[in-house]
């Protein structure tokens, strides 16, 4: 079930906005639209905290993947102040490094409070 606000939309929008922006300037308002002062971020690969964490985590990607643009793949399934939604890293020719699945928590104010990042489809059950 999709629950979104305008609230949700923004901070989803300018999330993304900030994985993609390329001037710091520019950068640090999508995070701060996005983003609670103490907002984490976690990924198997990545964590950041607070907004200079954030900066630096998103420099960091930029450096490893020149060029590649995140792009959400999917609505934003949201309830009870949580959301999740696909994504994926696409380089300048369209070819998909790596897609997942992040899940959010959102802050009364509506900005993103907390955010865990899954690689890949959700795998299979080998509990049978």
């Not at 995070?31 to 950041?48: F, K, N, Q």
């Not at 930029?62 to 309830?79: E, K, L, M, N, V």
């Amino acid at each position: 079930m999709t629950n979104m606000t305008s609230s949700t939309d923004t901070a989803v929008d300018a999330y993304f906005a900030m994985w993609n922006e390329e001037d710091p300037s520019a950068r640090r308002r999508h995070i701060e639209t996005a983003w609670t002062g103490d907002g984490t971020y976690v990924d198997p690969l990545l964590e950041a905290a607070g907004y200079e964490g954030l900066d630096a985590m998103v420099v960091g990607v930029h450096t490893q993947f020149p060029g590649q643009r995140f792009r959400r793949t999917s609505g934003i399934d949201a309830h009870h102040g949580r959301a999740r939604f696909g994504w994926e890293l696409a380089a300048p020719d369209g070819s998909v490094t790596v897609a997942g699945v992040d899940v959010a928590v959102f802050a009364a104010d509506g900005r993103l409070a907390a955010i865990t990042g899954f690689f890949g489809p959700l795998g299979d059950d080998d509990r049978a």
